[in-house]
């Protein structure tokens, strides 16, 4: 069964897991935000404690997407601070991972993500796939693509196209100028389009995303319009394809402030703390 559909929760609702002896990520907690049952795919938060080591040759079993939300985190020997991003392929070959000051990293696992101890087998690391790492904070950003979406306080910045599949990530930074209109389009995209607020705020008919705010949206749902009077900085995925948008012919007047009206699965939305701290990022 594919991913429940999601949209959308504050993360700093959802608890924080110890991950065992035999995870990907022994001595780790993660904060899951949406799970596959049968690729066993998952989007989580992973939070590394200060002076977490992972010293053993070793690869994943599935495809590794990460940005690093705070602290860092050394792999190979390369250091992934704060704003940085990688796409480390299936059998990417670890020999040490290391975080000193500790790290909290968004983290997309592609499959089972199993820790398998040694060399990948031949023919499982593909190395088109492999996205280095990109310093989002340094590099320079250029402008949203979608012409209904383009704005001089727009930027967009790409970080990967899957080379079979067409997946794409990407970041939005909006600033406060950029998406104020008091109507908008709606918008259907024929992919899954997840989304991890970083900073800002998104209004949306069922509510304000905040800093923090994640959702996964399966394909062929109309959704926004979507404002921002305060900007917003976001991450961005598409899933099943590369993202294209139908826009619908009337537009609808932004909801600057619906109540909270979510669409969950309701074991998710059973274990959100309704009391959770919103000055936390996440
Ligand atoms: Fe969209």
Not at 18 to 28: F, I, Y
Not at 166 to 178: N, R
Not at 188 to 217: C, D, I, N
Request: charged content about 20%; glycine content about 10%.
């Amino acid at each position: 069964m594919p991913r429940p559909h999601i949209e959308f929760i504050q993360c700093q609702a959802v608890a924080w897991r110890a991950m065992g002896e035999d995870t990907a990520r022994p001595g780790a907690e993660a904060k899951p935000l949406s799970f596959d049952e049968s690729s066993k795919a998952v989007t989580t938060i992973l939070r590394y404690p200060a002076g977490w080591t992972l010293a053993q040759d070793h690869y994943v079993d599935s495809d590794e997407e990460l940005f690093v939300l705070s602290g860092a985190l050394t792999i190979n020997g390369t250091t992934y601070e704060d704003g940085d991003y990688a796409y480390l392929p299936a059998g990417f070959q670890r020999s040490s991972m290391t975080s000193t000051t500790g790290a909290d990293v968004m983290t997309f696992f592609e499959g089972a993500h199993q820790r398998v101890e040694g060399s990948a087998p031949s023919g499982l690391y593909n190395r088109d796939k492999l996205v280095e790492r990109i310093p989002t904070k340094s590099v320079t950003w250029g402008s949203a693509t979608d012409p209904k979406v383009a704005a001089p306080g727009v930027k967009r910045l790409g970080l990967r196209q899957d080379p079979d599949t067409g997946d794409t990530t990407w970041m939005l930074d909006v600033d406060e100028t950029g998406m104020t209109g008091e109507v908008n389009r709606l918008e259907t995209h024929p992919v899954v389009e997840e989304v991890f607020l970083l900073s800002g705020e998104f209004h949306m008919p069922m509510g304000v995303l905040k800093k923090g705010a994640y959702f996964w949206r399966p394909p062929g749902i109309p959704h926004g319009p979507v404002g921002t009077n305060t900007g917003a900085l976001g991450l961005f995925r598409c899933k099943g394809g590369p993202l294209t948008t139908e826009w619908s012919d009337e537009a609808h007047p932004v909801q600057w402030d619906a109540p909270y009206k979510p669409y969950l699965p309701d074991e998710l939305a059973a274990g959100l703390a309704p009391d959770y701290d919103p000055s936390l990022p996440y």
